[in-house]
T-cell receptor, first 110, second 113 residues
């Protein structure tokens, strides 16, 4: 079993829809939780990160962490074609090494 | 501000050949990393460095070597290339490990035939 599970998709939704991207993890020692966005043929770039359980909002993006369920989510409101990318979740273990999900490919249809 | 620069962007190698993937960063970051990304597999850490002169193995180090003689540069050496090393390679840097933002280069697409 992988330490971090993430559905690779693709997830295809119409423009303007609310998108929900999720990861589950097995290691309760994970501390920081991050979402990276990766456009095609580019390197990943940090979108959001959080340390504790709860919600964190940044514009149209909301990151949610539920440590009791070992589940994190990224919500995108009013999705735009420019949001089409692969979204990777990442978490730090007790040695502060990043453990990555496989990434979910998101397609926003105009 | 260039950030993290990787060269080359693309390369085709024959089985058994060797090559060096170059990575340089201009942000004065102590931490640098090499990852490989295979389809549907996420990012796997090959090697990392916490500062000049210090390197350590990651999850998948076999077949690779690194050196860190300066803060800016972190080259990755492939010896005796094998088809299993066909992948996209990313170099990244950060001010600290783990809980801070990692900045990535644009990647090197390597095919071994």
């Amino acid at each position: 079993q992988k330490e971090v599970e993430q559905d690779p998709g693709p997830l295809s939704v119409p423009e303007g829809a609310i998108v929900s991207l999720n990861c589950t993890y097995s290691n309760s020692a994970f501390q920081y939780f991050m979402w990276y966005r990766q456009y095609s043929r580019k390197g990943p770039e940090l979108l959001m990160y959080t340390y504790s359980s709860g919600n964190k909002e940044d514009g149209r993006f909301t990151a949610q962490v539920d440590k009791s369920s070992k589940y994190i989510s990224l919500f995108i409101r009013d999705s735009q074609p420019s949001d089409s990318a692969t979204y990777l979740c990442a978490m730090t273990d007790s040695n502060y090494q990043l453990i990555w999900g496989a990434g979910t490919k998101l397609i926003i249809k105009p | 501000n260039a950030g993290v620069t990787q060269t080359p962007k693309f390369r085709i190698l024959k089985i058994g050949q060797s090559m060096t993937l170059q990575c340089t960063q201009d942000m004065n970051h102590n931490y640098m990393y090499w990852y490989r990304q295979d389809p549907g597999m996420g990012l796997k850490l090959i090697y990392y460095s916490v500062g000049a002169g210090i390197t350590d193995k990651g999850e998948v180090p076999n077949g690779y070597n690194v050196s860190r003689s300066t803060t800016e540069d972190f080259p990755l050496r492939l010896e005796l290339a094998a088809p299993s090393q066909t992948s996209v390679y990313f170099c990244a840097s950060s001010t600290q490990t783990g809980g801070t933002e990692a900045f990535f280069g644009q990647g090197t697409r390597l095919t071994v035939v």
